[in-house]
């Protein structure tokens, strides 16, 4: 009889674990910006009875398909919303929603930034659906059609507070005090960061909320020629602008090379010259600056 058990435990145990190991590959594809990738997965996992009641699949189905649809007529829009608020449904006491917390703050901001899309193309009725849609998901944090224009124009007119000398160098002193802190894929906090993670955290102290992702930050900054790169901006790697895999904040001191501050998977937070680096210098895009 406890060999029974044992055996079931044991069975149980690491089907659990093939679980969590197949959600936490979504995750990393998905944080590498393989949509497409993330959503042919899981619904094909979903198809499957032992995932069926798996709702961070689900939730990782739902946010890729939604990434997609503004550029795929095959990818639909509504139907990723209905699979998000079974996810909430399903998430009584939020302990997804609050796991993935970051996945949904970018979630919130793209579905912003594509309503100041459409209405900026004068796409008002869409635009106006789409807030629709977010109100009825985000009831706590309701947003206006009417008043998203003037935030998008304050943030095309003003630059975070580390535009000035003093604030920059208190950003940047902030980051170094996590120097020698390990690279943890997935990482958000002291114990370990990854390249976005990092950026976030540094950010979040000064009151400016970014995108979780490397790729959802390049999209979300102003973006600035490297001349005018000041210490605080960020700079963006990749293979081209549009795969943005690293992100790291600049430090760019007159009568010196262009350095960054970065997570570095191998050698964790650490302070690296980009110019004349064969490594990260052939692999920059383009800088950033964080708008308020």
């Given at each position: 009889?406890?060999?029974i058990?044992?055996?079931?435990?044991?069975?149980?145990?690491?089907?659990?674990?093939?679980?969590?190991?197949?959600?936490?590959?979504?995750?990393?594809?998905?944080?590498?910006g393989?949509?497409?990738?993330?959503?042919?997965?899981?619904?094909?996992?979903?198809?499957?009875?032992?995932?069926?009641?798996?709702?961070?699949?689900?939730?990782?189905?739902?946010?890729?398909?939604?990434?997609?649809?503004?550029n795929?007529?095959?990818?639909?829009?509504?139907?990723?919303v209905?699979?998000?608020k079974?996810?909430?449904?399903?998430?009584?006491?939020?302990?997804?929603?609050g796991?993935y917390?970051?996945y949904?703050?970018?979630f919130?901001?793209?579905?912003?930034?594509?309503?100041?899309?459409?209405?900026?193309?004068?796409?008002?009725?869409?635009?106006?659906?789409?807030?629709?849609?977010?109100?009825?998901?985000?009831k706590?944090?309701?947003?206006?059609?009417?008043?998203?224009?003037l935030?998008?124009?304050k943030?095309?007119?003003s630059?975070?507070?580390?535009?000035?000398?003093?604030?920059s160098t208190?950003?940047?002193?902030?980051?170094?005090?996590?120097?020698g802190?390990?690279?943890?894929?997935?990482?958000?906090?002291k114990?370990?960061?990854?390249?976005?993670?990092?950026?976030?955290?540094?950010?979040?102290?000064?009151?400016?909320?970014?995108?979780?992702?490397?790729?959802?930050q390049?999209?979300y900054?102003n973006?600035?020629k490297?001349?005018?790169?000041?210490?605080g901006?960020?700079l963006?790697?990749?293979k081209?602008?549009?795969?943005?895999t690293?992100?790291?904040i600049?430090i760019?001191?007159?009568?010196?090379?262009?350095?960054?501050?970065?997570?570095?998977?191998?050698?964790?937070?650490?302070?690296?010259?980009?110019?004349?680096?064969?490594?990260?210098?052939?692999?920059?895009?383009?800088?950033?600056?964080?708008?308020n």
């Amino acid at each position: 009889m406890k060999w029974i058990f044992f055996l079931t435990f044991s069975f149980s145990l690491y089907f659990i674990n093939g679980q969590k190991n197949q959600v936490d590959h979504l995750e990393l594809l998905f944080d590498q910006g393989h949509y497409k990738v993330v959503y042919k997965k899981s619904s094909r996992f979903l198809k499957k009875e032992q995932f069926s009641s798996n709702y961070s699949v689900l939730f990782f189905n739902s946010i890729s398909e939604f990434m997609l649809s503004e550029n795929n007529n095959k990818f639909s829009l509504e139907r990723s919303v209905e699979n998000y608020k079974k996810v909430c449904f399903s998430d009584a006491d939020y302990h997804i929603r609050g796991i993935y917390y970051n996945y949904i703050h970018d979630f919130k901001n793209e579905m912003i930034s594509r309503v100041i899309d459409l209405k900026q193309r004068e796409k008002k009725k869409k635009g106006k659906q789409l807030v629709s849609i977010y109100n009825e998901i985000f009831k706590d944090q309701p947003i206006v059609y009417n008043d998203l224009t003037l935030i998008k124009n304050k943030e095309d007119q003003s630059t975070i507070n580390v535009g000035s000398k003093s604030e920059s160098t208190e950003l940047l002193d902030y980051a170094k005090k996590y120097l020698g802190v390990p690279y943890v894929y997935g990482g958000t906090s002291k114990k370990g960061f990854d390249c976005s993670g990092y950026t976030q955290h540094v950010y979040a102290q000064y009151g400016s909320s970014i995108p979780r992702t490397a790729q959802n930050q390049s999209q979300y900054v102003n973006k600035i020629k490297l001349r005018n790169v000041k210490t605080g901006d960020l700079l963006f790697y990749g293979k081209n602008k549009n795969k943005i895999t690293h992100v790291g904040i600049a430090i760019n001191n007159k009568g010196e090379d262009l350095k960054m501050i970065h997570a570095s998977s191998s050698k964790g937070i650490s302070i690296t010259n980009v110019i004349n680096n064969s490594y990260w210098e052939p692999k920059i895009q383009f800088a950033g600056r964080v708008t308020n």
